[in-house]
Structure formats: C-alpha cells, structure tokens
C-alpha cells in the first residue's frame, strides 16, 4: 500500500526558506514519478514541481530559480527546498506519486494517483 507522508511546513516571512520532505513507502512503479502540488483554497490544484525515476526534473515558472526539488532513494524520501519564499506561495502543499511523467513539460496534478494529506506553508509580507 502506497504511503505518503509530509512535513516541514510552517510559517515564515517573505524571503525566508522552507524545506518540505516527503517519506514514501510501498512505491509499486518501477518508473514512477514523485512532485509536490499546492492548492489554495477555492482554487485549483497547481503542480509545483516533479522527478522523474531518472532524476529529470520539471518546475512551475513562478518558482524557477527557488525552488529546488531532489529525492534520498536510500531513504525513500523527496525534498522540496523552497528559498526566497513569497506570499504568493503560501498553500497547502502535497506529495505526489505517479506511474510516469513528461519532464519535458511544465508539472501537472493530472499525472499523480497517489496523494499525502499535505503540510501548510504559509508567507507573511
């Protein structure tokens, strides 16, 4: 049974960094995908970015060059680094699983099936 679960969340000024983890267990994809996906409320799913089995990596324009995403195979864990952390980014923030994606294109909620119960992140101005 696929498991995912987040932390690191929390509440920081305009500036400051997070770094969001995610341990995964019972992956059934050999060449799966892993991403983290926001929401805001009243608002639709936004996919942040995602990594490939190959390592090949995928952004959201809006956080290019702050965001960094990367996964520990060993320790079955992906890690979000979230630096120069704006207003704009606060929301709920998911991990992801899915069988495949196109790193080639921006990230997309629509290639995950399997969710964790997401971690809050929150900026103040």
């Known amino acids: 049974q696929v498991q995912l679960v987040e932390s690191g969340g929390g509440s920081v000024q305009a500036g400051g960094s997070l770094r969001l983890s995610c341990v995964a267990s019972?992956?059934?994809?050999?060449?799966?995908?892993m991403g983290w996906i926001r929401q805001v409320p009243g608002k639709e799913r936004e996919g942040v970015a995602l990594i490939a089995y190959d390592g090949s990596t995928s952004y959201v324009d809006s956080v290019k060059g702050r965001f960094t995403i990367s996964q520990d195979n060993a320790k079955n864990t992906l890690y979000l680094q979230m630096n120069s952390l704006k207003p704009e980014d606060t929301a709920m923030y998911y991990c992801a699983l899915g069988a495949y994606c196109y790193t080639r294109f921006p990230p997309s909620p629509r290639y995950f099936q399997y969710w964790g119960h997401g971690t809050q992140v929150t900026v103040s101005s």
């Open positions: 019972g992956i059934i994809y050999r060449t799966y995908c």
